[in-house]
């Protein structure tokens, strides 16, 4: 971000504004953590300061400090179109295109107020005055850290500033063994350590909190697992009537895609799973060296993300998909195969 967006900004902030935090749909780790940091970052300077989630998230997540002042779109609409409305600021956070956000995209995009996009993935859109973009970050979380340092204000990262932070930066490096982990990352989790971030109480808190059906479940997913070694690819099928089964609650399939990237020789994974309600497939994407994912997934399943984790949809049925993934795999052979 330029310094002269940076002094803006600044200059923004340093009043009371009326402020709306928004991230992506279907809202994870990265996207909760860096919406509650600056969350609890802001609201240090008297400003009216709500996020708004487009949806719900996983339960792993609703332990997070000030979680309970998250206001989910799709139920509570009507109050949540008036702040949008009304806000000065919005901060977008996690995303970079204003379709990731479901039935929020039209009054997002409406909205008059001053947007700023923090995030970390590819190919950005324009719809924010001010844009901080980076895809070599681990996180949106490791940005907003750097956010609050370049605003000079690092004096005011607090133990809850900390708690959140840390918690998206330790899920979306999957524990910090993702190559977006940097050198750079661990020093900023050593000072979030230092301001006040339990490490060993947040990783018990989002993984150690599985319940028996959540293990029935992985195990009914590997048991379709498939491996396919004349690609380096390997991938998991869920059906609806197999997450109904073990009682499915949105973020039980959490990290299932990594177990098929986990075997030795594979390079390229993916999960598909099955949504009757939004009658899609909904598609996780993993992998290896320099094999992209998100290319893959935005040339074949309207989707996208990083490198080596994307996602996509389908409209198709669940054995159309595959059989789709099936016809397009020998393309790559050439380039999974190294």
């Known amino acids: 971000m330029k310094?002269?967006?940076?002094?803006?900004?600044?200059?923004?902030?340093?009043?009371?504004?009326?402020?709306?935090?928004v991230p992506h749909k279907n809202p994870d780790g990265d996207a909760i953590g860096s919406s509650l940091g600056i969350y609890h970052y802001l609201k240090q300077f008297e400003h009216k300061i709500t996020i708004i989630a487009p949806n719900d998230y996983p339960d792993f997540l609703k332990w997070i400090?000030?979680?309970?002042?998250?206001?989910?779109?799709?139920?509570?609409?009507e109050a949540a179109n008036l702040l949008i409305e009304e806000a000065d600021i919005l901060f977008t956070l996690d995303f970079n295109a204003l379709n990731r956000i479901g039935n929020m995209e039209a009054v997002v995009t409406n909205s008059k107020a001053i947007k700023?996009?923090?995030?970390?993935?590819?190919?950005?859109?324009?719809?924010a005055l001010y844009t901080y973009s980076d895809v070599s970050m681990s996180?949106?979380?490791?940005?907003?850290?750097n956010f609050i340092v370049m605003l000079d204000d690092v004096d005011h990262i607090n133990?809850?500033?900390?708690?959140?932070?840390?918690?998206?930066?330790?899920?979306?490096?999957?524990?910090?063994?993702?190559?977006?982990?940097?050198?750079?990352?661990?020093?900023v989790i050593a000072a979030l350590i230092d301001k006040g971030a339990n490490n060993a109480q947040i990783h018990n808190n989002i993984y150690d909190t599985n319940s028996y059906n959540q293990l029935q479940l992985l195990g009914c997913a590997l048991r379709n697992l498939k491996v396919l070694p004349e690609y380096n690819t390997a991938y998991i099928t869920l059906s609806q009537e197999e997450l109904n089964t073990y009682n499915f609650k949105k973020g039980d399939t959490e990290?299932?895609?990594?177990?098929?990237?986990?075997?030795?020789?594979?390079?390229?994974?993916?999960i598909f799973i099955e949504n009757q309600q939004e009658q899609i497939i909904k598609i996780s994407f993993r992998s290896k060296s320099n094999f992209s994912v998100n290319e893959f997934a935005r040339a074949h399943f309207e989707g996208g993300g990083h490198i080596n984790a994307a996602g996509g949809k389908s409209?198709?049925?669940?054995?159309?998909?595959?059989?789709?993934?099936?016809?397009?795999l020998p393309s790559y052979k050439h380039v999974l195969n190294l």
Not at 65 to 77: A, G
Not at 116 to 127: A, C, K, N
Not at 139 to 145: D, I
Request: net charge negative; glycine share 6%; with cysteine.
């Open 315 to 328: 409209d198709l049925s669940m054995e159309a998909t595959i059989e789709k993934f099936m016809r397009i």
């Open 65 to 77: 400090p000030s979680e309970e002042t998250v206001m989910i779109y799709d139920s509570q609409t």
């Open 3 to 21: 310094k002269d967006d940076i002094k803006h900004i600044k200059q923004l902030l340093s009043e009371p504004k009326s402020i709306v935090v």
């Open 139 to 145: 996180s949106t979380c490791e940005m907003v850290y």
């Open 116 to 127: 700023i996009m923090i995030d970390h993935h590819q190919q950005p859109d324009g719809y």
């Open 255 to 270: 990290g299932f895609v990594n177990y098929g990237l986990s075997l030795q020789g594979v390079v390229f994974a993916a």
């Open 159 to 187: 133990a809850d500033v900390a708690t959140c932070l840390y918690t998206g930066i330790m899920t979306d490096t999957g524990s910090f063994r993702f190559p977006s982990t940097t050198s750079q990352t661990h020093q």
